[in-house]
Every structure is written in C-alpha cells, then in structure tokens.
C-alpha cells in the first residue's frame, strides 16, 4: 500500500511562494509516477505537476513557467515549489501517486490510486 501525507500550504499575498510537500511511505513509492493536484469550491480536481519514474516532468499551461514539481528519491518526498502565485492558484491541493513508474495520461486524476488528503493553499489580492 502507499500513504502520502502533504503539508506546507498556507496563505500568501499574490506574487508569493510556497512548496508543498508530500511524503510518501510504501514500498511502491519508489521512483513512482505521481502527480499533485489542485480543486476548488464548485470546480473539477485538476492536474498541475506530474512526475515519472524517468524523471520526465508534465504541467498544466496555467502554471507553466511558475510551478516546479520535485522530488527527493532517498526521502520518498514529492514537492511542488509554486511562485508567483494568483489568487486563481487557490484550492485544496493533493498529491497522488500510481504505484507503477509510468501512466499515459499524468494530469488526468483517473491515472491515479492512492491520495493525500489534500493541503490548502490561499493566495489573497
């Protein structure tokens, strides 16, 4: 079984940062393909950042260029370091992860097993 268990979201002013983190414990979390995802009140849960067993690295176009997932292998920790953040950045963000080192569709929350049980992040005008 995997667990994932996220932390480090907070409010911050527009133009801020943070970074998520996302520990997970398993035997198949190992060099895993996973993934965080963000939703907000009223929206669909949608893909922001993926991360493969290869390495090889997704992101949705709204956080192109402003978001960076990572992830440390010794630690087991998934990250999404998030600049410049805009208030639209604001929603309850999850981790995910599949347990097998390659999905098809990264971004897609169906290609996904296992979830954290999420981590809120407002950004405020």
């Known amino acids: 079984q995997v667990q994932l268990v996220e932390s480090g979201g907070d409010s911050v002013q527009a133009g801020g940062s943070l970074r998520l983190s996302c520990a997970c414990s398993g035997a198949r979390c190992i060099n895993g393909a996973q993934g965080w995802f963000r939703q907000a009140p009223g929206n669909k849960r949608e893909g922001v950042a993926a991360?493969?067993?290869?390495?090889?690295?997704r992101y949705a176009d709204s956080v192109k260029g402003r978001f960076t997932i990572s992830r440390d292998n010794a630690k087991n920790t998934l990250f999404l370091q998030m600049n410049s953040l805009k208030p639209e950045d604001t929603a309850m963000y999850y981790c995910?992860?599949?347990?097998?080192?390659?999905?098809?569709?990264?971004?897609?929350?169906?290609?996904?097993?296992?979830w954290g049980q999420g981590t809120q992040v407002t950004v405020s005008s």
């Open positions: 995910a992860a599949r347990g097998i080192q390659w999905v098809s569709r990264p971004l897609e929350k169906d290609e996904y097993t296992y």
């Open positions: 991360l493969d067993g290869a390495g090889s690295t």
